[in-house]
Structure formats: structure tokens, C-alpha cells
T-cell receptor, first 113, second 114 residues
Framework: DAGVIQSPRHEVTEMGQEVTLRCKPISGHDYLFWYRQTMMRGLELLIYFNNNVPIDDSGMPEDRFSAKMPNASFSTLKIQPSEPRDSAVYFC???????????FGPGTRLTVL | KNQVEQSPQSLIILEGKNCTLQ??????????LRWYKQDTGRGPVSLTIMTFSENTKSNGRYTATLDADTKQSSLHITASQLSDSASYICVVSGTTSGTYKYIFGTGTRLKVLA
């Protein structure tokens, strides 16, 4: 089992640019979560999907953020336009069942200049 | 408000020593509690999971305890090693307004020195 796969691992971009983060969950897992981690706020839930359907997006900070899950093996988190305050590590996690426990990917470190 | 508080924020110990990390929570109703280890530059990895009826759970040199009455948990690390240097995150799960949620603590940063 390859675990949760995220790409890119690092992203440096300039303010105003579009950023797309990608995630491949563990095969067979039916829940997918996007988290953001900063030193100040720790891990924050942005959105989660069940069977490719968004269930709770209340953590998405602004309309600049959007997430999609076109199929069971792929999800994207897009930020457009990006701002310096979006700089953080973004984690994708998947689970089998909502109470199955979170399996985190390695994260994408985003720096917006 | 559902909260998870961890202490201390950071901790430095010498290799070979024991240490205990604390987690207090107000999440209700409570489903389970997990301790995660997060190495620098990596995603969190689950160490232990405990349900309401469990008091103790071990994983090698890691032992977690849970007191559901006082809503407290601890993670005890025995004979620390340099590789234990990481952040340890307490995560409490429960159902709030019909929605199952994971509530994260802000973590304890542990540094083990040679």
C-alpha cells in the first residue's frame, strides 16, 4: 500500500497566481479530507468528501479556495488567486469510514511570495 | 465548545529519559481518542487509538492512558530515543450536531537530546 500520495511536495509561487494541489487517497478509502497546518493554528479541516461528494466545506476560508474529487482516486485543492497568508502545509488524508482514523499524506508545503 | 488542549507546548529531554505528554478535552459526546506522531516535514502518523471503555493502550515504548471521567489522556514515552523528536498531536473524535468530527490539539513538540 503506497499510502496517501500528494503532489507537489513543495510549491513556491507569487501572489495572484493559481495553485493546484493534488491528492491520491488510499485505494478503497471512502473519505478524503483536506487540512491546512500552520504554526499559529495547527491543523485545520478545510473540506472533506464521502464517496467523491463534498460533505462539509465550512472550513474553506474564502471563495478563493475550491476543491474537487472527480473520482475515487483523485482530488484537487485549488487556490486562485493565491495570497501570502495562504502559505502553509496542506495535508490530504483518507479513511475507511468516517471513524476509521485518518491516514495522512506527506503534505504540500506552499509558499506564496 | 469542543476543545482539545495539550501540555506542555514543548519539551526537551535527554536520550534515555522518560516523559509524559498531557491532553485534556471537552469533546462531547466522545467516540475515541488518538495520539499521532508528526516528524518534521511529514504527515502525522497514528500511534494509538482508545475508545471510551479503554484505559491503557501500548505501542512499543509508547503508552497512552485515558480517563473518560476527567476527560484526560496522557502519552508516556519510555527510554526516549533521538528518533522520538517530533510533534505529538492528540485528536479526539465525537459527534457534534449529528456530524462526526475530529478535534485536534495544537500538539507538543518534543526534542530528545543526545
Amino acid at each position: 500500500d503506497a499510502g496517501v500520495i500528494q503532489s507537489p511536495r513543495h510549491e513556491v509561487t507569487e501572489m495572484g497566481q493559481e495553485v493546484t494541489l493534488r491528492c491520491k487517497p488510499i485505494s478503497g478509502h471512502d473519505y478524503l479530507f483536506w487540512y491546512r497546518q500552520t504554526m499559529m493554528r495547527g491543523l485545520e479541516l478545510l473540506i472533506y468528501f464521502n464517496n467523491n461528494v463534498p460533505i462539509d466545506d465550512s472550513g474553506m476560508p474564502e471563495d478563493r479556495f475550491s476543491a474537487k474529487m472527480p473520482n475515487a482516486s483523485f482530488s484537487t485543492l485549488k487556490i486562485q488567486p493565491s495570497e501570502p497568508r495562504d502559505s502553509a502545509v496542506y495535508f490530504c488524508a483518507s479513511s475507511l469510514g468516517l471513524a476509521g482514523g485518518l491516514n495522512f499524506g506527506p503534505g504540500t508545503r506552499l509558499t506564496v511570495l | 465548545k469542543n476543545q482539545v488542549e495539550q501540555s506542555p507546548q514543548s519539551l526537551i529531554i535527554l536520550e534515555g529519559k522518560n516523559c509524559t505528554l498531557q491532553c485534556n478535552y471537552t469533546v462531547s459526546p466522545f467516540s475515541n481518542l488518538r495520539w499521532y506522531k508528526q516528524d518534521t516535514g511529514r504527515g502525522p502518523v497514528s500511534l494509538t487509538i482508545m475508545t471510551f471503555s479503554e484505559n491503557t493502550k501500548s505501542n512499543g515504548r509508547y503508552t497512552a492512558t485515558l480517563d473518560a471521567d476527567t476527560k484526560q489522556s496522557s502519552l508516556h514515552i519510555t527510554a526516549s530515543q533521538l528518533s522520538d523528536s517530533a510533534s505529538y498531536i492528540c485528536v479526539v473524535s465525537g459527534t457534534t450536531s449529528g456530524t462526526y468530527k475530529y478535534i485536534f490539539g495544537t500538539g507538543t513538540r518534543l526534542k530528545v537530546l543526545a
